[in-house]
C-alpha cells in the first residue's frame, strides 16, 4: 500500500516506488537518504531512479531503509547487501554525529544554561556532555580506522588471521544510553521558568539518542552479520585453495570467456591487474567506489573468480594486460 490517500506503506519499500512516498511513509529516512548521499528534488522518480542516477546501491539502500522502518520481507530474506556501500553509509553517519550533530548540540546547550559558573548544576550538565562527546569520538573513530580498514581489506581479497569482526561484535556497545542519562538529568534536576532553548535542545537530544540507537543497530544486526558471511566465505576458500592450487582452476576455466564482459568491466580488470585499488580504479576511470564494487561483484559472477590473482592471470591469458604491465609481490 503507497502513501496515496494518506496511507502508510504497509509492505517493505520496493525499487518502483516513488523516492518521496518514503519520506511521507518515515521521515527518519531523510537521515538514512542523507547517509548514502542521496540529495533532495526526488520529482516523482523511482527509488531505483534517484540510487542509479546517484550511484547508491539500490539494494543496500532499501534493506537499511526497511530495517530502519521495521518492515519486515515476506519471505524473511533480505536482498544482498554491498558492504562497501554499507560501509559509505556508516562513514558518513559518523561524519554527521561527530562533525555536525553533537557540535551543534553543545553549543545549544551552552546558550541554553547557566555556564558563567554561577550554577553549579549547569556545569556539570556540561562536563558530562563534553565527556560523552568524548567517548563518542573513540568509538566512532575505533570503527572507522579498524573496524572499516579490516572489512576494505576483506573486499580486497585479504583476509586478518588475526582480527575479525566478532572482536568488534563482542564489546560493541550502544553509545546512545549515555545520552538517555543526560536528558534524564536535564529533566530532573535543572530547574528554569519559560527556557524556550532549553526545551529544544533537550528535544534535539532526544532525537539524537534515537538516531544513535538506530545507528548502532545497523552495526550490529545489518553490518556484522554481512561481514562474519564473508570471512567465513573467505575462510572456506581459504582451505579449498589450500588443496587444490586457485590460480591454475581460475586461470583454465575463464580463458575464452572474454565475450562476456563489458568493455568497461575489462577495463577495471586490467587495472586490478595493475595492482590497483579500488579507490585508484574509481580515481582513474573517474566513477564512485560503489560503482566500482558493483562491476567487480559482477566480473566474479560473470567468471567465477574471487581474487586479484585469479583476475590477473585472466588479464594475462585474455591479452587485457602486458606482463611487463602487471605489478609483482
Do not use: W
Amino acid at each position: 500500500m503507497a502513501t496515496v490517500n494518506n496511507q502508510r506503506i504497509l509492505r517493505p519499500y520496493r525499487p518502483s516506488d516513488k523516492m518521496r512516498d518514503l519520506i511521507e511513509d518515515n521521515s527518519l529516512l531523510l537521515m538514512v537518504m542523507n547517509r548514502f548521499g542521496i540529495s533532495l528534488g526526488f520529482g516523482d522518480k523511482s527509488v531505483k531512479e534517484i540510487c542509479d542516477m546517484q550511484h547508491v546501491d539500490v539494494s543496500t539502500f532499501l534493506v537499511v531503509a526497511n530495517f530502519v522502518s521495521k518492515k519486515i520481507y515476506e519471505d524473511g530474506r533480505a536482498p544482498l547487501l554491498s558492504l562497501a556501500s554499507l560501509i559509505d553509509y556508516l562513514k558518513r553517519a559518523h561524519s554527521y554525529f561527530l562533525d555536525y550533530n553533537l557540535p551543534t548540540i553543545r553549543r545549544r546547550l551552552i546558550e541554553s544554561i547557566d555556564c558563567s559558573g554561577a550554577d553549579d548544576v549547569a556545569l556539570l550538565i556540561l562536563r558530562f556532555y563534553d565527556e560523552y562527546v568524548t567517548e563518542v569520538r573513540r568509538h566512532m573513530e575505533y570503527e572507522n580506522e579498524t573496524v572499516f580498514a579490516y572489512v576494505s581489506e576483506l573486499l580486497n581479497g585479504r583476509l586478518d588471521k588475526d582480527y575479525s569482526i566478532q572482536v568488534f561484535a563482542n564489546k560493541h556497545n550502544h553509545i546512545e544510553t549515555k545520552l538517555e542519562e543526560l536528558k534524564n538529568i536535564i529533566i530532573r534536576y535543572y530547574s528554569q521558568q519559560g527556557n524556550n532553548r532549553l526545551t529544544s535542545v533537550l528535544f534535539d537530544i532526544i532525537n539524537c539518542e534515537e538516531d544513535l540507537m538506530l545507528h548502532c543497530m545497523v552495526e550490529d544486526q545489518l553490518f556484522v552479520p554481512v561481514v562474519s558471511q564473508t570471512e567465513a566465505e573467505m575462510r572456506t576458500k581459504a582451505c579449498s585453495s589450500s588443496r587444490q592450487p586457485e590460480v591454475a582452476d581460475e586461470s583454465s576455466s575463464v580463458a575464452g570467456s572474454l565475450d562476456i564482459l563489458s568493455e568497461r568491466e575489462k577495463e577495471i580488470i586490467r587495472c586490478v591487474a595493475m595492482g590497483m585499488t579500488n579507490k585508484e580504479i574509481a580515481e582513474e576511470l573517474f566513477l564512485s567506489i560503489n560503482t566500482i564494487t558493483t562491476h567487480r561483484r559482477n566480473i566474479t559472477n560473470k567468471l567465477q573468480i574471487h581474487t586479484p590473482n585469479g583476475l590477473t592471470i585472466y588479464a594475462l591469458v585474455n591479452k587485457l594486460v602486458k606482463l611487463q604491465e602487471i605489478k609483482m609481490g
